[in-house]
Nanobody, 115 residues
Framework: QVQLVESGGGLVQAGGSLRLSCAAS????????IGWYRQAPGKERELVAA???????NYTDSVKGRFTISRDNAKNTVLLQMNSLKPEDTGVYLC?????????WGQGTQVTVSS
């Protein structure tokens, strides 16, 4: 059973930083896409950042220049470094991974940015 486990969420003031970690039970290279979604209250779930096959990264416009997604292949982990956080970044951040045959979600980690 492929599992994704997130960690690193918390409460931070606006302008601060957090680093999220998503640990996979198999090599992250097994997925053609792995990344982070955000679920904010009253809003649709949105893809925040992702790494695709070949190492191509993609970010939603609102986080470009502030968030960086990276992959540690040795630890089967995907990291999301979040800098210059804003109150609108608040939400549950969920790790998502997709292979050719299936996709998986993590349980989510709460990020709260206070103004």
């Amino acid at each position: 059973q492929v599992q994704l486990v997130e960690s690193g969420g918390g409460l931070v003031q606006a302008g601060g930083s957090l680093r999220l970690s998503c640990a996979a039970s198999i090599s992250t290279l097994s997925f053609n896409l792995i990344g982070w979604y955000r679920q904010a209250p009253g809003k649709e779930r949105e893809l925040v950042a992702a790494i695709m096959s070949g190492g191509i990264t993609n970010y939603t416009d609102s986080v470009k220049g502030r968030f960086t997604i990276s992959r540690d292949n040795a630890k089967n982990t995907v990291l999301l470094q979040m800098n210059s956080l804003k109150p609108e970044d608040t939400g549950v951040y969920l790790c998502y991974a997709r292979s050719r045959w299936y996709d998986r979600w993590g349980q989510g980690t709460q990020v709260t940015v206070s103004s």
